[in-house]
């Protein structure tokens, strides 16, 4: 009897560490902290945020590359943001004061939501705007190709042919904005899994 109650204990010791083996295991899957919308935020913060920041970049210091000395590189960005005007005015869609207006601001708000979306401070704010720049780049493209303009996208600092395929990588990285936008509010809902209190 007492060496049957020994193999029983021992038998229901086991089972027991088994099952509670297997809910640990299940609970740290559970509590992962990576899932498919965590790697989109991710994605999108990374290719969004390098994109702007590129862009921005890139109209102040293209075509004309001549940093150094600094008379040269300030006479260089007023030539680079002159020819920038230039494509935004050849979208007939705005006066060339407010041409003007949009090529001495805007590659400086993308640097900086570029950075800021890299960073991640306050990631639903800056999402949704770059998203809703996003999808109005793509009216605005959209609108130009449809209208046969022969025009340059003035996406970068280069110049670049308005193409279908221009529409085809806007529309992209407008999904891809969209689904950032969309899941970093989601996630936001929902306290961290490794940072919620354990139950009692």
């Known amino acids: 009897m007492t060496f049957s109650r ?3 204990s021992s038998f229901s010791a086991r089972n027991n560490l088994g099952l509670s ?14 899932n498919i919308r965590r790697a989109i935020i991710w994605i999108g913060r990374l290719v969004l945020g390098g994109i702007f920041v590129y862009a921005g970049f890139s109209k102040l210091l293209m075509p004309n590359t001549h940093l150094w000395p600094m008379f040269v590189l300030k006479f260089s960005i007023t030539m680079n943001i002159s020819s920038f005007a230039q494509q935004v005015e050849s979208y007939k869609l ?19 939501l570029g950075l800021l979306l890299l960073i991640g401070w306050r990631l639903r704010i800056w999402a949704t705007a770059i998203t809703a720049i996003m ?4 009216a605005v493209v959209t ?3 449809f209208l046969h303009m022969d025009i340059d ?16 990588r806007d529309g992209a990285l407008v999904a891809l904005a969209l689904l950032m ?7 936001a809902r929902q306290p961290h899994p490794w940072a919620a209190p354990e139950k009692a």
């Open 21 to 34: 083996i297997g809910k640990n295991q299940e609970s740290m899957m559970q509590s992962s902290p990576l």
């Open 143 to 145: 609108r130009a190709y």
């Open 153 to 168: 996208c003035g996406c970068f600092g280069t110049p670049e042919k308005l193409t279908g395929m221009t529409i085809v």
């Open 181 to 187: 936008t969309i899941f970093a509010f989601l996630e």
């Open 135 to 138: 999808v109005g780049f793509l």
């Open 6 to 8: 020994l193999f029983l």
């Open 94 to 112: 705005i006066s060339p004061e407010a041409s003007q207006l949009v090529a001495h601001t805007l590659p400086f708000v993308e640097i900086v």
